[in-house]
T-cell receptor
């Protein structure tokens, strides 16, 4: 069984569209994250939820809206997509919030905006 | 905010040669983690270091945490083609979040 899963794996869309990425973890973890990895491989945190509560909200355009319906799921909705949004988006989870806990990453969603 | 600097950005070695990547912070770190990302894959946790001067080994991989807890290194002895990938260090960037270094991409000539 996959520990952290994301759908879709690939997403190709045009500028101005709205899209969503879904993430699910079956590890029983309390904390989930969204990261963005750009073409230079730089991995930057965007959001984090702990038991459905938003605890990290980095400087991200408000076109990006996360939602956590329960602690096993974290979705990312992106409005009015721009070329610069093209990247790989990783979902991750950890047992509880905090920097002392290893993070388990999903396989990633490669978003291409044309 | 807190930054973790990692060097080199890329290293190409012959199979069998050693490899080292370094991670530096301007402030003391409570802990540091290392991750590996294979080409086309996702980051996978390797290890966490917590104590000053700590050294941990995983087969051919040796991880060190500096005495001042401001730097760390990952050394791979006698690289193999399975070691190919990007290695990231990550340190605390606040109470709840990890800040990742820029990564060191390792490529190997078989």
């Amino acid at each position: 069984d996959t520990a952290v899963s994301q759908t879709p794996k690939y997403l190709v869309t045009q500028m101005g569209n709205d899209k969503s990425i879904k993430c699910e973890q079956n590890l029983g973890h309390d904390t989930m994250y969204w990261y963005k990895q750009d073409s230079k491989k730089f991995l930057k945190i965007m959001f984090s939820y702990n038991n459905k509560e938003l605890i990290i909200n980095e400087t991200v355009p408000n076109r990006f809206s996360p939602k956590s319906p329960d602690k096993a799921h974290l979705n990312l909705h992106i409005n009015s997509l721009e070329l610069g949004d093209s990247a790989v988006y990783f979902c991750a989870s950890s047992p509880i919030a905090g920097v002392r806990y290893e993070q388990y990453f999903g396989p990633g969603t490669r978003l291409t905006v044309t | 905010g807190q930054q973790v600097m990692q060097i080199p950005q890329h290293q190409h070695v012959q199979e069998g040669e050693d490899f080292t990547t370094y991670c530096n912070s301007s402030t003391t770190l409570s802990n540091i983690q290392w991750y590996k990302q294979r080409p086309g894959g996702h980051p996978v946790f390797l290890i966490q270091l917590v104590k000053s001067g700590e050294v941990k080994k995983q087969k051919r991989l040796t991880f060190q945490f500096g005495e001042a807890k401001k730097n760390s290194s990952l050394h791979i002895t006698a690289t193999q083609t399975t070691d190919v990938g990007t290695y990231f260090c990550a340190g605390p960037g606040g109470a709840q979040k990890l800040v990742f270094g820029q990564g060191t991409r390792l490529t190997i000539n078989p």
